[in-house]
């Protein structure tokens, strides 16, 4: 007989846990359902979940049905996918997609606990460009929904390095099985690339003065392999900015730095418009897609195909106007107030 004691959790130093592997009770929403409430309640999202975002205005547009075929494109925690479901019984199928080696087995084994299957939830690791071979399997499908934004899980986990507000590897990859990271990217590539890049993929204004550093720093044999070691270089550039203004200048450039890295990493314009284009062809007659987007480079190429589509007698509505998280939503998720909801409607 085994008389060891069991082990007890480690404790954290403090009265609240800060570090991400701390937050037990965050990250264990179904043994700890108050707290993880309490979280929510003050404006944030718990470690190791995330919350979806237009919940309602996209089930509100999609009108899914029972007995219909569709597919979430971006799995993610699967809170969409969550809602979708109550409304394909009896008969309905729903097609998912996600590259996350680490939170699809999650979310597979969440969603199979509330009673969605294989039998009627059919998840597929892949990328979502991948529309066509969804729908060569499926047949043409009812509905589709794609969230571009990064999960919480994602952001909040200072392994995947997504933020420059922990420190962790420079990574940024959605996959970290595949391709190459932010940081290995940015030992190879040039000043004038480079500047390009931050430009293009986030419109940031420092772009020059950012790339230059960057490069001059990997050249003297610096090292940029942490997210707060970019942080630093991105913070020592803006020096110069007005003391008044300096600190939330930094924060922005590191967003948008960020943010660039990280769509150029894991080729999300690129990956962005295969879909797009391919997205006709997968829907049905009459069928349905919406699409939440979170910055200007994914807004503008949505807009563009949807119209061109639409001009083409494609698509037979597109939305006038991108649709806005309620300003209660934004309130309560500050991660939902940069979103913007677009659709269309096949002809």
């Known amino acids: 007989?085994?008389?060891?004691?069991?082990?007890?959790?480690?404790?954290?130093?403090?009265?609240?846990?800060?570090?991400?592997?701390?937050?037990?009770?965050?990250?264990?929403?179904?043994?700890?359902?108050?707290?993880?409430?309490?979280?929510?309640?003050?404006?944030?999202?718990?470690?190791?979940?995330?919350?979806?975002?237009?919940?309602?205005?996209?089930?509100?547009?999609?009108?899914?049905?029972?007995?219909?075929?569709?597919?979430?494109?971006?799995?993610?925690?699967?809170?969409?996918?969550l809602e979708i479901l109550k409304c394909l019984a009896p008969g309905g199928i729903l097609y998912a997609t996600d590259v996350d080696p680490f939170e699809l087995p999650k979310t597979t084994e969440r969603l199979e606990a509330l009673g969605y299957g294989p039998d009627v939830l059919k998840i597929r690791k892949m990328n979502f460009s991948g529309i066509d071979e969804i729908a060569a399997e499926a047949g043409p499908l009812n509905f589709v929904l794609a969230d571009l934004g990064v999960s919480s899980m994602q952001i909040d986990n200072p392994e995947r390095g997504f933020s420059f507000k922990i420190e962790g590897p420079l990574d940024l990859r959605l996959n970290p099985t595949s391709g190459i990271s932010a940081a290995d990217l940015l030992k190879t590539i040039s000043q004038d690339l480079l500047e390009e890049l931050l430009t293009e993929n986030a419109d940031e204004p420092y772009s020059e003065l950012i790339a230059r550093a960057i490069v001059y720093k990997i050249k003297e044999g610096g090292a940029i392999e942490t997210t707060t070691q970019l942080q630093e270089i991105i913070a020592e550039v803006l020096e110069f900015v007005s003391a008044s203004i300096r600190k939330e200048e930094t924060k922005k450039s590191c967003q948008r730095c960020f943010q660039a890295l990280r769509i150029e990493v894991n080729n999300e314009f690129g990956v962005l418009e295969e879909f797009l284009e391919k997205l006709p062809d997968a829907l049905a007659p009459g069928g349905r897609v919406a699409i939440l987007s979170f910055h200007s480079g994914e807004d503008r190429r949505v807009k563009k195909s949807f119209q061109q589509f639409f001009r083409e007698g494609i698509y037979s509505e597109v939305a006038p106007d991108p649709i806005r998280p309620s300003a209660q939503e934004s309130n309560t998720n500050p991660r939902a107030r940069s979103a913007k909801l677009r659709w269309a409607v096949k002809a």
């Open 1 to 81: 007989m085994d008389d060891q004691k069991p082990k007890r959790r480690v404790r954290y130093k403090g009265t609240h846990p800060k570090a991400f592997k701390e937050k037990y009770k965050e990250l264990q929403p179904e043994q700890y359902a108050g707290d993880v409430e309490k979280v929510m309640q003050q404006g944030r999202t718990p470690a190791g979940m995330h919350r979806s975002i237009c919940v309602d205005e996209i089930m509100e547009f999609l009108q899914i049905s029972p007995g219909q075929t569709g597919l979430d494109a971006t799995l993610g925690y699967g809170g969409h996918s």
